[in-house]
């Protein structure tokens, strides 16, 4: 049920904000959205999503028992699901089911997650990934259209991250040309996957294929696991969701285990390599980590998603914090908006600036990965190892700096933003999974950095890198960088900076062997290392992808966007130049001087930001419904919002409560 907000005046501060904006808020949108048609497009969803539907609940999504979340969240997925399927997709074209917008738009429904996410968001696009032309045309209809609803099993209870060492079974029965799927051990049950444990009918499973007495590895197969009729699990299936969680609280993350369950050879997903009717195994992929596609996608597409949820995350703490006044600074003279301290403008200006870098970042990442995979098409893997080294790390970087920005977030609305219904809870605990989700933050640099310790021994020896590593043909053989405190001298910086780094870990892992240990043990032993300088080198991609997208996509903007925009970057370069002050110290000519001029030009630049504060959040036009915060709302009246809010506490239905009488009075009269 749809229910009805008052309609109030905007707060007159957030009135004034925005009267100082001295910027065409529209044309940052635009950038924002990629194009004016992108803009338009993503209104007239948005209009046609939430004009139809129940986007709002009369109960809090928090005030609600595990179920009826569950329930509630399913009813919601249902209409949204068929907005998207009726009205969306003819919009941005079925081949764009995959759209942010449809992603965003979901947030106007779901304040927490949709148990169809990952339908959409895995299941799908591994099907697409990771099918034969004839396995695409019978089932990816069926899941596009919903007749088929399913989730992505990789990760047991007894292994995520290390995929080789999955335990689930895939055996090949050539007599009945069917697999045999098995979970030999508790920790060889799936478990985790999103929408698995009650929603889903069908699922994707990674398992270790064996055939003609063989193991070949981790592939995937497409299981049925509950009937479609009675949505009962089949026999052979023992499935059921894994209990309460930091977030995820409305979707149904599940465990799926096997008793030697059956399926058909066709269900074995065929597009790198197939089982024949006899059992023979025939690898056609040229690269061996083609299986992994869909989560390479999905890093990719998180960079995105971390701008998003970092833009919410600014949007309510800057209105909050121009509407909450605290402490007067002066005696009898009115107290000031707390957006006028520079400490809440530190706290909160770089996540403006950090959800720009982020998604024009991603939006050259999305690039790049489409670029890379139409070469895969063509049978040319060349790309790949740099494209994994590259979605590794940003993935990595982009959701542990939304996370630390997010929570920035809440600190700077004091305690109303520890309440739920300001929604930074349920962002912060939606972003911490991100984290850990699709690749750990360790592990995937630690990937990004096998491949830079590649690339330096290829700089070293004076052979031409790849372009995201070419820095390193200019910096490997340098000591230290001459400090220029413009925008390119901080650029080189990063790069000098993650060149020392990933010299310095080639240089211990040399040491080492020499010592006398092995490759591995030397590898392990700098792997503290490895980490900081595989973060270090996405910083340097960052800084220089934020910098130079910034740069082309204001060309055409008019005068005062091209200079908020520029200020935003330049803060964006100046804040982690000054996080990373030792480091300059080490790679650089910087000297102590050089540092109080920046730390001073840096306060000096948010003070210039301030006026146009409120503005560059409305920039990301991010309708109340999809906000959902008492804190954040585009009129900014919190404290009747608080208040309204508290009155839907279940505890405030009855004056007193029955606890009252049964324990808190025989306590009072000494009969308890
Ligand atoms: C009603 C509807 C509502 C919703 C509607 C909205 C619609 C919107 C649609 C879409 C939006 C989508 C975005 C939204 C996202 C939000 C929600 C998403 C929820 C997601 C939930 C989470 C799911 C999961 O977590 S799935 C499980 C993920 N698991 C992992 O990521 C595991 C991590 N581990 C690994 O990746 C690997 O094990 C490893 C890489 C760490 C190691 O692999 P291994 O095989 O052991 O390889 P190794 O020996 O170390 O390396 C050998 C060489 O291979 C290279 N390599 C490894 N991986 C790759 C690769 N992927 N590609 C290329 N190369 C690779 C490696 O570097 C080595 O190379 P070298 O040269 O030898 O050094
Ligand atoms: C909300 C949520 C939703 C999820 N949804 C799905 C889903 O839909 N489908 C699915 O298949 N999975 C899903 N997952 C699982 C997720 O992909 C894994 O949890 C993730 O990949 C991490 O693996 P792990 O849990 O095994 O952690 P572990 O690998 O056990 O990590 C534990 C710690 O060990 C460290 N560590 C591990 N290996 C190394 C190493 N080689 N070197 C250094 N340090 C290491 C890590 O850095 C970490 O600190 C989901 C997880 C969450 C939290």
Not at 247 to 252: L, R, V, Y
Not at 263 to 276: S, T
């Amino acid at each position: 049920m749809k229910a009805n907000r008052p309609k109030r005046d905007v707060h007159p501060d957030l009135a004034r904000e925005r009267l100082k904006c001295n910027f065409n808020i529209e044309e940052v949108t635009n950038i924002i959205d990629g194009g004016k048609d992108k803009t338009l497009e993503r209104k007239k969803i948005e209009d046609i999503a939430l004009n139809n539907g129940a986007c709002l609940d009369e109960i809090p999504d928090e005030c609600l028992s595990i179920k009826e979340r569950y329930e509630n969240a399913i009813r919601k997925s249902c209409i949204y699901s068929n907005i998207v399927r009726n009205e969306m997709l003819e919009i941005t074209g079925m081949e764009n089911f995959e759209s942010p917008v449809l992603r965003r738009t979901a947030d106007a429904f779901f304040k927490d997650i949709s148990p169809f996410m990952l339908h959409l968001g895995m299941f799908v696009p591994t099907l697409i990934g990771q099918s034969t032309p004839e396995q695409m045309a019978e089932w990816l209809p069926k899941a596009l259209d919903m007749k088929i609803i399913g989730a992505y099993a990789q990760t047991e209870l007894g292994h995520g991250t290390f995929i080789r060492g999955l335990e689930t079974t895939a055996t090949y029965d050539p007599d009945k040309e069917e697999f045999v799927l098995h979970s030999p051990t508790i920790t060889s049950y799936k478990w985790w996957a999103g929408g698995l444990g009650k929603t889903a009918n069908h699922c994707v499973v990674m398992a270790q294929l064996y055939t003609q007495g063989e193991c070949h590895g981790t592939h995937l197969f497409i299981v049925q696991i509950r009937d479609l009729d009675t949505h009962m699990p089949l026999p052979g299936i023992k499935v059921g969701e894994i209990g309460p969680r930091m977030g995820f609280s409305s979707a149904d993350n599940g465990f799926l285990g096997f008793n030697s369950f059956r399926i058909p050879r066709q269900n074995m997903l065929m597009k790198h390599a197939k089982v024949e009717k006899d059992g023979c195994y025939v690898k056609s992929a040229k690269h061996g980590k083609l299986t992994y596609g869909t989560m390479v996608f999905i890093r990719v597409t998180l960079v995105s998603e971390m701008s998003f949820n970092l833009s919410k995350a600014a949007t309510i703490a800057i209105r909050y914090s121009a509407v909450r006044r605290q402490t007067e600074l002066r005696p009898n003279e009115p107290e000031p908006q707390i957006l006028d301290y520079p400490t809440q403008q530190h706290k909160l200006f770089i996540c403006i600036a950090t959800a720009h870098a982020f998604q024009l970042t991603s939006k050259w990442l999305w690039d790049t990965f489409q670029a890379v995979m139409a070469d895969v098409r063509k049978g040319n893997v060349d790309a790949l190892p740099e494209l994994h080294a590259l979605s590794s790390c940003l993935k990595a970087v982009s959701t542990s700096d939304a996370l630390s920005h997010i929570e920035q977030c809440r600190f700077a609305c004091g305690g109303h933003g520890y309440m739920l219904s300001s929604n930074l809870p349920f962002i912060y605990s939606f972003v911490a999974a991100t984290r850990t989700y699709e690749g750990d933050y360790t592990v995937l640099l630690l990937q990004t950095a096998r491949f830079l310790v590649k690339a330096w021994e290829q700089a070293e020896s004076g052979n031409n890198v790849t372009p995201t590593v070419a820095y390193l043909n200019r910096t490997a053989n340098t000591k230290r960088v001459v400090w220029d405190n413009t925008h390119e001298g901080i650029i080189q910086s990063f790069q000098a900076i993650a060149a020392g780094k990933i010299g310095q870990c080639v240089r211990s892992i040399r040491d080492r062997i020499k010592s006398g240990m092995d490759y591995e043990d030397a590898w392990l032993m700098t792997t503290v290392q490895l980490v900081a300088a595989a973060e270090a080198h996405c910083r340097a991609v960052l800084v220089n992808t934020y910098w130079n997208e910034m740069i082309r996509l204001t060309k055409s903007s008019s005068a005062n966007v091209k200079t908020v925009m520029h200020q935003l970057a330049v803060l964006y370069l100046m804040y982690w130049a000054l996080e990373k002050t030792g480091d300059l110290l080490k790679y650089s000519s910087v000297s102590k001087q050089d540092l109080d001029d920046l730390q001073r030009r840096y306060e000096e630049l948010l003070a210039a930001l301030r006026p146009n504060a409120v503005s560059l959040v409305d920039a990301f036009d991010l309708r109340d419904e999809i906000l959902h915060s008492s804190l954040g709302s585009y009129d900014g009246c919190v404290y009747e919002r608080l208040m309204e809010e508290a009155q839907k506490s279940p505890l405030n239905a009855e004056p007193v409560n029955p606890s009252f009488h049964k324990y808190i009075k025989p306590l009072m009269q000494g009969k308890l």
